[in-house]
């Protein structure tokens, strides 16, 4: 399947798209974020922690200085967040690995370090669009999983 291009036009409709990855997704994904400081990972972070059950009471937030926060919804989410890390060598102190072949889901902002071969999900590349609230997603499958995931989305679009 080819890669799935749109344009959000709020950090609500943001959330709301991850909110239909994370209703849509059934574990064992990978979600790889990628995109400037201030383009909207976290916010999409939030709205896929909602889709999975995440409590609306926990604070989804980026985990820039803990480098991984964890959450519990359907399944165990780890949600990390590499933009400080100098070396593919720190990943192992980190236990990465194991998270990425977990029966959870595992999402991670600025994976420049992670080799991606061999990994199950979507890759999300998020830029500014035109407008200052703007957000333009180009998502691609890892994988056949992620290309499921991907064809469901598509079908999913009008809800967002």
């Avoid at 200052?132 to 469901?152: H, I, K």
């Amino acid at each position: 399947m080819k890669p799935l291009a749109f344009v959000s036009h709020s950090p609500e409709q943001t959330q709301h798209v991850g909110e239909a990855l994370g209703r849509l997704c059934s574990g064992a994904t990978v979600f790889l974020l990628e995109g400037d400081l201030g383009s909207g990972k976290t916010c999409l972070v939030q709205g896929i922690a909602k889709g999975l059950g995440v409590p609306s009471e926990v604070a989804v937030n980026s985990p820039t200085y803990t480098l991984m926060n964890l959450y519990r919804g359907r399944f165990e989410i780890a949600h990390f967040d590499l933009y400080r890390l100098a070396s593919a060598d720190e990943l192992i102190e980190l236990d990465f690995d194991s998270y990425l072949r977990g029966e959870g889901v595992t999402i991670v902002e600025w994976p420049g370090l992670v080799d991606q071969h061999r990994l199950k999900g979507l890759h999300l590349q998020l830029d500014y669009g035109e407008e200052e609230n703007d957000r333009t997603f180009l998502l691609t499958a890892l994988d056949a999983s992620g290309e499921d995931l991907l064809t469901d989305l598509a079908e999913t679009r009008k809800e967002y």
